[in-house]
T-cell receptor, first 111, second 114 residues
């Protein structure tokens, strides 16, 4: 059974802190790893990672994949209260983009 | 702008009612759409894969007679929760994607059964 595990489950930080969210996976067929941010409604796409060691960056967010370790990290620097959300990691195992989601990390940024 | 549209966003109804949720791809043809359910403080759980023109594929533990899926066109999939009960109350989300692009999600439907 495909499995995606995220850690920590929840995190509280102060504005300006840097956070690192972790995602590890065990799947039979790996195509890509995706990060999403979920606030009150449906998840919004952040990154798609397919190659090991290549950092993807968008503003204060960045992510990298380690296929040897079967893991990925999502970094957020200089956190803001607007970063408060649940961050979901998902692995696309192929077959019409069927993805398996991790448990999510709930991030709370306090002023 | 949104590429996947989901309606309604909120449903409150009595126990025993059947509820239909629609998911539309707005600017692409979706041969496959996915339906997820999310309980409070939990992650998204895939319920079923909706295939245009053929039967949906349900995940283990999901009752196909309870959650009817119809994907009659390349832009529309519907999920009908039949004879809904309070334990069916949840957040239902659809998604779709094309080729190598990541999935896009609808805004979700919050279903509350009284």
């Amino acid at each position: 059974e495909d499995k995606v595990v995220q850690s920590p489950l929840s995190l509280v930080v102060h504005e300006g802190d840097t956070v690192t969210l972790n995602c590890s996976y065990e799947v039979t067929n790996f195509r890509s790893l995706l990060w999403y941010k979920q606030e009150k409604k449906a998840p919004t796409f952040l990154f798609m990672l397919t190659s090991s060691g290549i950092e993807k960056k968008s503003g204060r967010l960045s992510s990298i994949l380690d296929k040897k370790e079967l893991s990925s990290i999502l970094n957020i620097t200089a956190t803001q209260t607007g970063d408060s959300a649940i961050y979901l990691c998902a692995v696309d195992t192929g077959g019409y983009q069927k993805v398996t989601f991790g448990t999510g990390t709930k991030l709370q940024v306090i002023p | 702008g949104a590429v996947v549209s989901q309606h309604p966003s909120r449903v409150i109804c009595k126990s025993g009612t059947s509820v239909k949720i629609e998911c539309r791809s707005l600017d692409f043809q979706a041969t496959t759409m996915f339906w997820y359910r999310q309980f409070p403080k939990q992650s998204l759980m895939l319920m079923a894969t909706s295939n245009e023109g053929s039967k949906a594929t349900y995940e283990q533990g999901v009752e196909k007679d309870k959650f009817l899926i119809n994907h009659a066109s390349l832009t529309l999939s519907t999920l009908t929760v039949t004879s809904a009960h309070p334990e069916d109350s949840s957040f239902y989300i659809c998604s779709s994607g094309t080729g190598s692009q990541p999935q896009h999600f609808g805004d979700g439907t919050r279903l509350s059964i009284l």
